[in-house]
């Protein structure tokens, strides 16, 4: 009996004397000072080390604060918050506690969990809408209602917010296709094409989702008219484009397509363009123009 | 003969009840062992959730490890998520600036954990090729991701291109990968895929995936290349996936079986059929806001450290640029993102993690164990045997319900005893043994309800009552008359009724 008793004292007591084994325990990092490094040092083990942001802290490591002004912020194992040390509490060994599991402690802790008696809520709140995730359900809200561009030649910009793949495709009125691709990365452009004045009908599609919407083409003279200072040839262009597709997002949502004609040719060199870019893909607009 | 057993079985009934339910037993093994039937499912599910269990409390009495790499994950985590503005892709420039100051902080391996298909800024995306058209040979290898496109006209998915495919053509130590696994119907991410088979300008290819190429590593680091064979890691790799090339991009050919990686023996990197292979034994789960993860191991600098060293990516590209990264020498290091929004969230046995951290564990259990393996035959049938005969001495001798409770406490026993081989990467897979006992348990009530239908005739349709002498009286045979006792006596205490 006595034999038992000794083996699970012994077998109980292993990880425990393995963790005191002497060796040097990595237990956190530096994470910021507020002073030039060599107003630290770190003293580890009798050897002084140089200080840096994510430099290792082991267990017992001693800090040394020569300016009477300065901070040093560390992160250990075990703490939710930070152990920040200064020249009125340096020079004490920093120590803690790394979790320990021994079987025991660690059987009986698997046992109760496996016996749950009360329910603990699981859930999680989830968006319906893609970001990445091939999975979830396609949303495209440049196209949450229908569109009107103006008529011409040139390339149409589509945007949806996510870079997964889709399938897009632009009909005419009879069902011809006008342009069609299988762009990913959020923003496609269509080669230069002349629309007409009339209804079009776009389809996006992805993971069995599709998103349809009617495009109205309308001559240059029924859109609406642009003030006069947008115009002004001495504004730098990307800075009047940006003028233009926030005139024209905010005035209707019908317009926030042609808005994004404006400013996506720019989204990669000017920084206003491509936020501006990202908002109308993303479905905000700006506030509409007050009353007069 | 059939009057020895008469006799034996009218002196002592209870025995010979054993006897049969035993012998049942065995046959019932025999048969599927022998025959492999396809696997029901609820069977699957008590046998993924009595692993699930094993991993469980592997997971909480593991305390060290010894001959594990040392990982570090620098994690773009919510606030650094935050600090870069929310981007909708992860800015190429960030991580050009990461893999700069990691590649020359020494470490073992570098795994980055982003997927590169997507478009970027377009400066910044020149950054980064120009960094990896520069990437000095002599530097740590690097893993990349290479997704997949699933083309439904095709057999075999299409890889995605990626800006930087022309970059790192030719370089040996860059190599693309597959970070696949496979999700279950319950959504539990168990198992794990060591390659991926593709098809592109219709040559077939096979993409190793990210944990087998750095356990690959990390096997090599820690044991040695193997006797006769000094080769890098990943070309014993290659050379390993070479069989699992396909023919041709015309269709899935059958599974096939082999060793991909026989050093060290013991814990080979094995494909096989079997279902145990594929499981994942996580040793890590996820904790936010977590300075290091999992149990202790040697720290490649000497003393120790917990298993995953956990660094937000904004501090790594807070540090001084011109300094190599601290404690990073000799670790694998993942760079990946654990913020809210990345999508890249997994639910496993021991939780939700981000899929860098499933990497991880998936390289650890690769390098430490190998595939998972099943006992030996001789082993299987013992186990089996054991719990069927354990489940007929409780059912003979206890009430149902305190039988059930107590096989339930035997099981419990038998995970406990069996945990230090299960953290080796042997698997029991209770798969046959669950089979065994259904089919058990079905043969047993097919038996019972025949020599009723025997002894009662028609009347065996009647709902039977206590004190219904007629039913019972209405048996001529004195041994059938004793079974009947005997099973309505075994289960008297859940009512009388069936």
Known sequence: MMRWITAIVLLAAAPFAALASGKPVEIGYVESFDRPADAYVIVSDGVAKKVAILAPILNGDVIEVKDPAASITLRLVGRDDPMIISAANQGTPVTTEVPQKSFWSGLFDWTSASVEVFDEEQREQVSASIRGDDEKELSVPLLASPQTLVAGKRALAIGWPSPRTVEIRILKKGGQVVAEGRPSGGLWLTPAIDWKVGTYRIEIAAGGDTVRQTLQFIGPKKAPKLPAELSDPAAPAPLRASATAAFYAASDPAYVLEALQYVAPDARTSRPAKLLTLALIDGKRPAPPPAP | ?498
């Open chain 2, 1 to 498: 003969m059939v009057a020895a057993l008469k006799s034996w079985k009218s002196r002592h009934p209870v025995l010979f009840e054993l006897s049969i339910s035993i012998l049942l037993g065995i046959l019932i093994e025999l048969a599927l062992l022998s025959f492999q039937p396809p696997t029901l499912l609820v069977v699957r599910r008590v046998a993924d959730d009595t692993a699930d269990r094993m991993i469980r409390l592997a997971e909480r009495t593991t305390d060290r490890l010894t001959a594990s790499p040392a990982f570090t994950f620098i994690d773009i985590d919510d606030t650094t998520w935050t600090d870069w503005g929310w981007p909708l892709v992860t800015p190429r420039g960030k991580i050009e600036a990461l893999l700069e100051r990691v590649a020359r902080s020494e470490p073992l391996a570098i795994l980055l954990d982003v997927d590169l298909a997507f478009p970027g800024d377009a400066d910044q995306e020149a950054t980064l090729r120009r960094f990896l058209a520069t990437y000095d040979p002599a530097a740590p290898q690097l893993l990349l991701v290479r997704s997949l496109i699933d083309d439904p006209g095709a057999a075999l998915p299409v890889p995605r291109p990626t800006p930087y495919d022309e970059a790192v053509k030719g370089k040996a130590n860059i190599l693309f990968t597959s970070p696949l696994f496979e999700r279950d119907g319950d959504g539990n991410v168990r198992r794990w895929r060591l390659f991926a088979e593709a098809c592109a300008q219709d040559k077939p290819l096979v993409i190793p995936s990210m944990h087998l190429a750095a356990a690959m590593i990390a096997r090599q680091a820690i044991h040695g290349a193997p006797p006769g064979d000094p080769a890098p890691a990943l070309d014993r790799m290659r050379t390993g996936l070479a069989p699992f090339l396909p023919a041709n991009c015309s269709g899935h050919e059958a599974e096939r079986e082999g060793v991909i990686d026989d050093w060290p023996a013991a814990i080979p990197i094995a494909v096989a059929h079997d279902d145990v292979s594929k499981r994942v034994i996580y040793r890590v789960p996820w904790k936010t806001g977590a300075v290091g993860l999992g149990p202790m191991v040697e720290s490649p600098t000497g003393g120790e450290t917990q298993l995953v060293a956990v660094r937000p990516a904004r501090l790594a590209l807070a540090a001084d640029g011109a300094a190599p990264l601290p404690g990073l020498k000799g670790r694998i290091v993942v760079i990946g993102g654990s913020f809210a929004g990345s999508g890249d969230w997994h639910d496993t046995p021991i939780g939700r993690m981000p899929g860098s951290l499933m990497i991880v564990n998936a390289v650890e259990a690769l390098t430490q164990n190998g595939t998972p393996r099943e006992p030996s035959p001789m082993e299987q049938i013992t186990i089996s045997l054991t719990i069927i005969v354990l489940a007929s001495l409780l059912t003979s001798f206890l009430r149902p319900s305190v039988a059930a409770w107590a096989l339930a406490f035997g099981i419990f026993v038998l995970m406990v005893v069996s945990i230090s081989r299960f953290k080796s990467g042997v698997m029991l897979d209770l798969a046959v043994p669950a089979v065994g006992a259904v089919l058990h348990d079905l043969g047993e009530a097919v038996l019972k309800v025949v020599r009723e239908v025997r002894a009662q005739g028609w009347r065996w349709i009647l709902k039977p009552h206590e004190h219904s002498p007629a039913i019972v009286a209405g048996a001529g045979h004195s041994d059938i008359h004793a079974d009947i006792q005997h099973d309505v006596g075994s289960s008297a205490g859940e009512g009388g009724t069936k």
